[in-house]
């Protein structure tokens, strides 16, 4: 039984070089940042991580995979942290309600575009505690429940193409400290960064 597989900073740059990893159901963490792995994500890594049923964490960042973004970094069942950031996946974010209960998401610097869908963020309300999206082609008005995260401490949607006005309800998160919106295309009045106090 392995909890941990970290095969991270090295210069491996196909994935069959880490062999089979084992299908474990109590595989907890998989680290395969800081590599040179290539290309679209393989079947077998979906099927992997789907297996794992106690997989909380996923990290594939600082390689060089391409193709759309897997469902399986956001839409895993008992995953919490999945780091992506990184690469050049492109495509766009999911617009259906997914199952979901992660608490940090990490898709920056890659190549994802399109609108924020607001059944992206309807899956995230209430699990989410830092999400960053910065770095990316997104485009478009932010959905109107942005605001309604109620766990949400950190969010970083900058240096992207979103425009419009930001939704007077980003400010009343209870919980954000860290807002950065620079580098949009935004109009009308930005919220502050940190939300007014409770009366």
């Known amino acids: ?3 941990t597989v970290d095969v991270s900073h090295n210069l491996l740059w196909y994935l069959k070089q880490v062999g089979s990893l084992p299908p474990s159901p109590v595989m907890i963490r998989l680290y395969l940042q800081n590599n040179r792995f290539s290309g679209p994500v393989p079947t077998w890594f979906t099927e992997l991580t789907t297996r794992a049923e106690h997989l909380s964490e996923i990290d594939i960042s600082v390689n ?8 399986v970094l ?7 942290r999945s780091n992506a950031s990184y690469n050049s996946f492109s495509g766009s974010l999911p617009t259906e309600l997914f199952r979901s209960g992660l608490g940090f998401l990490d898709l920056s610097h890659n190549r ?3 609108h924020i869908a ?4 309807s899956s995230l309300l209430e699990s989410m505690f830092q999400l960053d999206l910065s770095f990316n ?3 478009g008005p932010l959905p109107q429940n942005s605001g309604d995260f109620t766990a949400l401490n950190y969010l970083d949607l900058s240096d992207n193409n979103l425009s419009g006005k930001v939704p007077a309800s ?3 998160i209870p919980t954000l400290q860290f807002l950065d919106l620079a580098h949009n295309k935004f109009t009308g009045r930005v919220p502050s960064k940190r939300p007014p106090p409770p009366p």
Request: aromatic content about 20%; proline content about 3%.
């Open 1 to 3: 039984m392995v909890g």
């Open 64 to 71: 060089e995979f391409t193709g759309s973004v897997p469902t």
């Open 74 to 80: 956001f839409g895993s069942f008992g995953l919490w």
């Open 112 to 114: 994802v575009s399109g």
């Open 118 to 121: 607001s059944g992206f963020f």
């Open 137 to 139: 082609a997104l485009s």
């Open 170 to 172: 980003v400010e009343k």
